[in-house]
């Protein structure tokens, strides 16, 4: 793998490459979707794990309200929610 570093391209062994673990900030409430959600009702936690592993850490019947990934530094659209909690799929 050719990689830049300054003004120069060096090639580097593709083992060398270190892969970036994402950082996920998740707010979620244990109130089913629909209830009136008051700011106690959430809990904002981070995560270093792939968007499909924040399901697994997540106590159950967590309702997800927002994602955002901090090594980005934007929010995550619904869309790209793990498929258990994007809006229409249920969970």
Known sequence: MWVFVGDSWYNKPSHEV??????????YSLKPSGQHQTGADVITVDFQ??????PSL????????????????????????????RPGFGA
Do not use: C, S
Request: proline share 5%.
């Open 58 to 85: 997540l106590p159950e019947g967590a309702y997800i309200m927002y994602v955002e990934d901090l090594t980005d530094n934007r929010a995550v659209h619904w869309t790209r929610w793990p498929k258990a909690y």
């Open 49 to 54: 794990t792939e968007l499909d592993g924040i």
């Open 18 to 27: 270190r892969k970036v673990i994402q950082t996920y900030r998740v707010r």
